[in-house]
């Protein structure tokens, strides 16, 4: 198993630019499989996530290839409608293709999917939303069967009792090619949900009110192929910005999506950082020490305070002046990195969805390993801040998620090797 060692306490300095969208790219993939015809995706990033969403597109009997930025989907011909459990079990993103097979082929079996373990993460609303738009679901072992008796599905009124990210995105997929209108009410905002909307119209969907909480959806017979170009990953950028905090320092991230960074970035500020945006680009600099954040930082669905950057907030300010307190809204069990910052030196106390983190004047470097993806990202933000060295283990987490991470910490000037 390989490991990130990284030696902190040097300042960080450099540009470095944004890496395709994960959260985007793989709804993206999977909705490439309603596609009659060949979708390339640019700005595609270099993920194990990624090459496992090209695995399912490819035991469906479609082709799919990942090179350089580039990915390739025919999906002219679909074969299959299951897919293998060893796939599902790889990432919760597996999930997304149900919607879109079943949306395409009328059917689909499956089984529970994996990923990071944040607490329970039902997929309830997901199976309600695919009954309401026509299927029949029945489970044998732990395989679920999704059917569509008359092979396509109809429109339907679906209201979600939480804005889910995973549940939005698959009542699109699924009624996209379905027979009349389908209206989500209390639908997730996420600005990923938008890029996978912004790509199926590019195909020919009929898709309205994305980044609104009702979005409505009128089915078409058939979808063409495209050339699209995937959105920047706010939460990388979230992920970099916060290094630079961390360890102090000044840099420039490139091809960044100001905009969806907002929530993030206005709590950032707050530490005292200055931040300036323009073109594209944001510019961090940290001079003298972090600051605590004075209001707690709740994490909430878009346009609120990210879940996915709360843990590399997190680690920047365990070495601030001050206590700063976070509120985790959106998953049950999303604070397991805190055992690692604590072992770094970090003074941090979690009472239910809150943690509490008194600012110390420094961490220390430790052996640690990454507990989940933002959690293991969060451990590499503390260690640049850090004396001495840290060793992360378990940086398969990480590498589900960030593109040449090493890389880009090197060109920013830190030092980190894969051992
Ligand atoms: N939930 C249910 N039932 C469902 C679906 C969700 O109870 O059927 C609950 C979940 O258990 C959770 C909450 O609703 O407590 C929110 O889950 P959501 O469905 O919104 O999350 P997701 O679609 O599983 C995506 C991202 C996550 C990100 C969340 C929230 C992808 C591939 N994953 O997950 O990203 O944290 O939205 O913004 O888009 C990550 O990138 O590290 C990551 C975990």
Redesign the pocket.
Known sequence: MQKFVITGGNRLGGEIELQGC???A??IMAAAVLVQGKCILESCPNLT?VYSAARIINSLGCKCSVAGKIAEIDASAVSGSAIPEKLMGE???S??FVGAILGRTGQCTFSIPG??E???????????AFSKLGAEISENGGEITCRLPKGRGHGSKISL?????????NIILCSVLAEGETVVNNA?R?P?ICDMCRFLRACGAKIKGDGESRIVIEGVEKLHGCEYCIMPDR?AGATYLAMTAAAGGAMILKNACIAEMEPFISVLEQTGCYICTADNRIYLRRGGRLKAIRDRIRTM??PGF???AQAVLMAALAAADGTSVFEEN???C?YRHTDALIKMGADIQVMGKAAVIRGVKGLHGADVEAT???GGAAMAVAALGAEGTTSIGCINHID??YEKFEDNITSLGGRISRV
Do not use: Q
């Open positions: 994960k959260n985007s793989l709804p996530d990432m919760r993103s999930i997304m990923g990071c944040l607490g329970p993460r039902p997929i309830d609303m997901h199976l309600a009792s939480f804005p889910s990210v995973g549940a939005t995105e997730a996420e990923e939460i669905p878009h990210p879940t996915d959106i998953f049950d999303r989940d993806l933002r589900r998620g």
